[in-house]
């Protein structure tokens, strides 16, 4: 619905404006017509443009900053913990902490569940964290058996890399203690070489996502399932001023499931690599869509996860000599795919978490660009956790986005610590990023870590987790620059910093009205700052 005439739709006056438009960093109040800005300015000259039909909020003095954009989450994972058993210790959108103690309330969780859902059909459990378990171990095939052994179970762990079933559901995956580990994974046995039902990276993702083009082998079990989850999802996400996401594994289910379920957020889809042949086969490129959902780039895993243990770092982990981390991807084949889908023209999207993996996409990437040179290519380096000068150096050179993990300080610091010791100071290494003037965006990975904007951006300012600690603090950076990696950062890595990720004249107008100005609140404070409205495209969609 376009709308003519001088008068805008929508105008928010009296406000804390931080525009992070460095021509002008604030102002007061704000216009917006057929869903962009359209002024940007002092309330005077904006109520100007106040007409009849014009929806104007008075901001009394309230701040107002561009729509948090998370570069890098996982919505349908997230909505699990929302339609599934919620096994986790904090929330996953606040990160308060909740009730799940022992492997025994694991066990009386999902036997609630299994109750109330028809024999044979599955049982599922999201985002346990051993480390913040009575037993400080993962659960067992033999612990998901008490539950039931007429349903299958599956619980995954909060770093989404590792995952456990019982034995109903190694039975129906057709799975032994014969059965070799798949490439890139692990089933974890015991001292008879008995599987504990445990599974590593792409013995996880057999379960939940599929590997190799094949579909997983548990699915949510119905569209309308899938729509419910992504619609609850959605509000969540709105009512912590996210505007944007980048789904960071989308598989075709997923990006039809965005095609035909309402949603007001912006959707930035990044296709698992198993795809690419498919999308290049129809010509489908990074940046097809519109700006309510857009094909980003290739999705490709490198390594293992930070809260899992599992990065494949140069040095072995703290206290397991000889223990590097899993890698995921071998080096041929990772060339292989890096070479095609870059010189196809898209961009790519690499997980790589420790830094020997890094070191290995970097390699990577060198070799791509020698071969096929490529101006503004933005490929990125998803979490890109442990540096290094050298590798900060490289990643400056070859243009590439860095996408680290905002909340995972807050949510993990007490694991980080001890898994990866002295390391942390250059780890989710922002000052550092900014300093080397690499381009730099939000992300939480969410449900991995919680989804929080607010939480993320007092996390990159303070280094200090929920128990209090503080990781690297080297690291910190501002308050602004925080914000303006949530937003612009953001909008960056998905070649969108032209239409969105600041408030000025001609970009989309999404906003998010907060309670206090996160730059005069008490950094440890942040996170209690209040969303009060979320504006997309000119319309409110949260109050
Ligand atoms: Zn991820």
């Known amino acids: 619905?376009?709308?003519?005439?001088?008068?805008?739709?929508?105008?928010?006056?009296?406000?804390?404006?931080?525009?992070?438009?460095?021509?002008?960093?604030?102002?007061?109040?704000?216009a917006a017509k057929n869903g962009v800005f359209v002024a940007v300015g002092s309330t005077s000259e904006i109520l100007e443009l106040v007409g009849d039909g014009t929806r104007v909020i008075d901001a009394?003095?309230?701040?107002?900053?561009?729509?948090?954009?998370?570069?890098?989450?996982?919505?349908?994972?997230?909505?699990?913990?929302?339609?599934?058993?919620?096994?986790?210790?904090?929330?996953?959108?606040?990160?308060?902490?909740?009730?799940?103690?022992?492997?025994?309330?694991?066990?009386?969780?999902?036997?609630?569940?299994?109750?109330?859902?028809?024999?044979?059909?599955?049982?599922?459990?999201?985002?346990?964290?051993?480390?913040?378990?009575?037993?400080?171990?993962?659960?067992?095939?033999?612990?998901?058996?008490?539950?039931?052994?007429?349903?299958?179970?599956h619980i995954s762990h909060i770093s989404g890399h590792i995952g456990v079933v019982n034995s109903k559901a190694l039975e129906l995956a057709g799975l032994t203690k014969e059965s070799p580990d798949p490439d890139g994974g692990v089933f974890e046995r015991d001292e008879t070489g008995e599987l504990t039902g445990v599974l590593k990276e792409n013995a996880e993702f057999m379960f939940t996502s599929g590997i190799g083009g094949k579909p997983p082998i548990i699915s949510l079990r119905s569209e309308d399932l899938g729509?419910?989850?992504?619609?609850?999802?959605?509000?969540?996400?709105?009512?912590?001023?996210?505007?944007?996401?980048?789904?960071?594994?989308?598989?075709?289910?997923?990006?039809?499931?965005?095609?035909?379920?309402?949603?007001?957020?912006?959707?930035?889809?990044?296709?698992?690599?198993?795809?690419?042949?498919?999308?290049?086969?129809?010509g489908l490129r990074s940046g097809f869509g519109n700006n309510k959902l857009k094909i980003g780039p290739i999705k490709i895993v490198v390594d293992g996860a930070i809260a899992g243990r599992t990065a494949y770092l140069s040095r072995p982990y703290d206290g397991m000599p000889g223990y590097h981390g899993i890698l995921v991807k071998?080096?041929?084949?990772?060339?292989?795919?890096?070479?095609?889908?870059?010189?196809?023209?898209?961009?790519?999207?690499?997980?790589?978490?420790?830094?020997?993996?890094?070191?290995?996409?970097?390699?990577?990437?060198?070799?791509?660009?020698?071969?096929?040179?490529?101006?503004?290519?933005?490929?990125?380096?998803?979490?890109?956790?442990?540096?290094?000068?050298?590798?900060?150096?490289?990643?400056?050179?070859?243009?590439?986005?860095?996408?680290?993990?905002?909340?995972?300080?807050?949510?993990?610091?007490?694991?980080?610590?001890?898994?990866?010791?002295?390391r942390v100071?250059?780890?989710?290494?922002?000052?550092?990023?900014?300093?080397?003037?690499?381009?730099?965006?939000?992300?939480?990975?969410?449900?991995?870590?919680?989804?929080?904007?607010?939480?993320?951006?007092?996390t990159m300012v303070t280094r200090k987790s929920c128990t209090g600690e503080v990781l690297g603090p080297e690291q910190r950076i501002s308050v602004e620059d925080a914000i303006k990696i949530w937003t612009l950062g953001s909008a960056y890595a998905s070649f969108e910093e032209d239409i969105k990720g600041s408030i000025e004249l001609g970009k989309l107008a999404d906003f998010v009205i907060l309670s206090n100005d996160p730059t005069k609140t008490l950094p440890a404070s942040i996170k209690s700052i209040k969303v009060e409205k979320v504006v997309i495209g000119g319309t409110v969609v949260f109050e």
């Open 1 to 30: 619905m376009k709308s003519n005439g001088r008068y805008a739709d929508l105008a928010v006056i009296n406000a804390n404006i931080i525009t992070v438009n460095n021509r002008r960093p604030r102002a007061e109040a704000l």
């Open 60 to 153: 009394q003095g309230k701040t107002v900053v561009p729509g948090f954009i998370d570069a890098h989450c996982h919505p349908f994972s997230a909505a699990k913990t929302l339609i599934t058993t919620h096994l986790s210790p904090t929330d996953a959108f606040n990160g308060s902490p909740r009730k799940i103690k022992s492997i025994t309330d694991i066990i009386n969780a999902l036997k609630e569940r299994a109750e109330t859902t028809p024999r044979g059909e599955w049982v599922l459990g999201v985002r346990y964290d051993e480390t913040r378990l009575e037993e400080q171990r993962h659960p067992t095939r033999w612990d998901l058996d008490k539950v039931s052994k007429d349903h299958p179970i």
């Open 227 to 282: 729509r419910k989850a992504l619609r609850l999802v959605s509000e969540k996400y709105l009512s912590l001023g996210i505007t944007g996401v980048g789904d960071a594994w989308t598989a075709p289910n997923g990006l039809k499931l965005y095609q035909t379920t309402h949603i007001p957020l912006r959707v930035y889809v990044m296709m698992i690599e198993d795809y690419f042949p498919l999308l290049k086969a129809l």
């Open 330 to 422: 071998k080096r041929e084949e990772l060339e292989g795919i890096v070479l095609e889908a870059h010189k196809a023209g898209y961009q790519l999207a690499i997980h790589a978490n420790g830094d020997k993996a890094i070191e290995m996409v970097l390699n990577a990437l060198e070799k791509a660009l020698e071969e096929f040179p490529r101006d503004n290519h933005r490929h990125r380096i998803e979490h890109c956790t442990v540096v290094n000068t050298e590798i900060l150096r490289r990643i400056k050179k070859l243009g590439v986005v860095a996408v680290p993990f905002s909340t995972y300080i807050y949510e993990h610091g007490e694991k980080i610590g001890k898994y990866y010791g002295d």
């Open 425 to 458: 100071s250059m780890m989710f290494a922002h000052k550092s990023f900014l300093e080397h003037g690499i381009p730099v965006a939000g992300s939480t990975d969410n449900p991995c870590g919680p989804a929080s904007p607010l939480l993320a951006i007092q």
